[in-house]
RNA sequence: GUGGUUAUGGUGAAGGGGUUAACACACCGGAUUGUGAUUCCGGCAUUCGAGGGUUCAAAUCCCUCUAACCACC
């Protein structure tokens, strides 16, 4: 259930109901892809204050861990973590390794990147899979193109997407468990449209938007978002998959975005790059060498009020492993700011303001 | 002291007369958008221990010196 509690414009502050608790939205997802956020424990996450991470249907897939969850009892067993979890379905797995896929009518087929082991993803059994982890949220399995790719050949993977939807939607048992459908459409307004609509039809309980941040321009990923969220239903969420930057995240907010994951704040903390009040910095420069300073002396996470700018570039040349954790919780601690930043401005009608700052400050 | 071996960037090293001195690591920048990310992409020796010579051409050949290592006195 979703309800909306204040908006500015096109711009809405609202409340998710999961299974295991309450979420405020706009708001941002650490990315978990096999069950924990690169570098960090559950008791560092909990200390961030995230309230909901996302994990990866392909990744939970390999291996033996299907079995190893089902003997844990549930995912949220499993890795010790009792907070919401959205599941991806895999979709972005048919993009990303389609060299190694197969796709059909029925379903994709994948080889393991890990042991070359055959894997089939059908809507069926991708959902069914997702409501054995137990997921809070789960993504229904969908086509992810790239940029640049005919509207013909859209076309199809479009029809076919949700026609993978609607067998989603049937296969869905677990009505405590939220099931969201994934527009698509390439960068053909009319794709997406048509999109927009054949899912909202199917009464899922949110929207992914899906797709975007794959190249494109930002203009064209502006346009795509107002597209799908024009023609999505006002009071169920919207989830832009994928995204992105601070100024990302600030444009789709103000055209009604409700929900955001990436691998952005995580990952490029692990390759030293982080995020601050004034901009990114890189810690590997030299200019941080001998400085006193937090990396962000308006941040008061646990990095910034413990550690010097000198000391973690220190650690990240000695590859020491906690120079990575300390830039992940810096970085993470940014972005769950900034969400909650985004939500007070809403609440407030001071968005429009909190919106520019942002934009000028992380100008892509 | 005598004989031998070696000397190439921050490091380890290729190259044994023909013209832009390989490669790796380190270092310096940059990228990173539903994570196949301890990833990827750039930059980094006008110069080969020092000095002299041979040659159209020398890091590469010759001589002297210096240094390090090894062996013998």
């Known amino acids: ?18 299974k295991r608790g309450v979420l405020e939205t706009p708001l941002f997802m650490p990315v978990a892809t096999a069950g924990a956020i690169k570098s960090l424990t559950q008791r560092d996450l909990e200390a961030l204050g995230a309230n909901i ?4 249907t392909y ?13 844990a009892g549930s995912l949220h067993q499993f890795i010790g973590w009792d907070k919401p979890i959205l599941t991806d379905s895999g979709g972005f797995q048919i993009f990303s390794l389609n060299n190694l896929t ?4 029925e379903g994709a087929s994948f080889r393991s990147h890990i042991d070359g082991q055959m894997l089939h993803f059908t809507p069926e059994n991708v959902t069914a899979y997702q409501e054995q982890l137990g997921s809070d949220i789960h993504m229904v399995l969908d086509e992810c193109l790239e940029d640049g790719v005919s509207k013909q050949r859209t ?24 099931q969201f459908g994934i527009v698509q459409g390439g960068m053909y307004p009319e794709l997406r449209k048509q999109s927009a609509l054949e899912l909202t039809a199917m009464d899922f309980e949110g929207y992914g938007i899906g ?3 794959v190249g494109e321009s930002k203009d064209k990923m502006t346009d795509m978002i107002e597209i799908a969220t024009e023609h999505l239903p006002q009071n169920k969420p919207r ?33 030293g790059s982080v995020f601050t009040s004034f901009g990114r910095l890189n810690i590997r420069n030299q200019e941080h060498k001998f400085s006193g300073e937090p990396l962000d002396s308006n941040c008061d996470c646990y990095t910034c009020r413990n550690h010097t700018r000198s000391y973690l570039r220190h650690l990240f040349l000695a590859k020491e492993m906690t120079a990575k954790t300390l830039l992940t919780i810096h970085n993470l601690h940014f972005y769950l700011k900034l969400m909650t930043d985004i ?7 001071t968005f429009p303001s909190l919106a520019s700052h942002i934009l000028r400050v992380f100008n892509r």
């Open 1 to 18: 259930m979703f309800e909306l509690i204040s908006t500015q414009d096109k711009a809405r502050y609202g409340r998710l109901m999961v």
């Open 53 to 56: 991470i996302l994990a990866n």
């Open 59 to 71: 990744h939970l897939s390999l291996r033996e861990v299907p079995q190893l969850i089902h003997q």
């Open 102 to 105: 197969k796709l059909s009518q």
């Open 155 to 178: 076309k199809e993977s479009v029809d076919l997407s949700l026609s993978w939807a609607r067998r989603s939607r049937k296969a869905r048992h677990n009505l405590e468990l939220l």
């Open 211 to 213: 797709g975007l941040s």
């Open 239 to 271: 989830y832009l998959m994928g995204v992105g930057t601070p100024a990302d995240i600030i444009r789709a907010v103000a055209l009604g975005v409700d929900m955001f994951d990436c691998v952005m704040p995580t990952r490029n903390a692990r390759n």
């Open 343 to 349: 939500r007070t401005a809403i609440q407030e009608q």
